[in-house]
């Protein structure tokens, strides 16, 4: 990642680099650490364009742009909220239907797909 520091503050904080992809509790713990050693949070820009999905939002449009050229920044603070309340939430029992379907939606995915290949290499 890069982390960007003008006049001896951090300002900005790009979590990704050319093959690393952190997961969001790595932001989150990173934020946390920051946090516990009083870094001001809210006057902290985070690069969430992986977290907010915003490059696939991009390739929808059919314009395939580099990291470093979309980014979309938020504030510390509220990256950090925002990340907490998504581990809590999914972490509860009220998701656990959810992981399930899921889940089975990508297996029954990779049966179909295994099952149209033969189909189609017993057509050749």
Known sequence: GL?????????RLYPHSGHYRPQER?????LRFL????????SLE???QHTMKVARLLAR?????????????????????F??????????PLFEELKSVRGKARHE????????EGELGAAD
């Open 109 to 116: 995915w990779a049966d179909t797909s295994a099952s149209a």
């Open 3 to 11: 982390l960007v520091v003008t006049e001896g503050r951090l300002g």
């Open 26 to 30: 790595h932001v989150q713990h990173l």
């Open 61 to 81: 449009e059919g314009s395939r742009v580099k990291k470093k050229d979309s980014p979309h920044f938020i504030r510390g603070d509220t990256l950090l909220h």
């Open 46 to 48: 985070v690069d969430a």
């Open 83 to 92: 990340l907490e309340l998504k581990s809590t939430a999914w972490s509860t």
């Open 35 to 42: 946090e516990k050693s009083n870094i001001e949070l809210d």
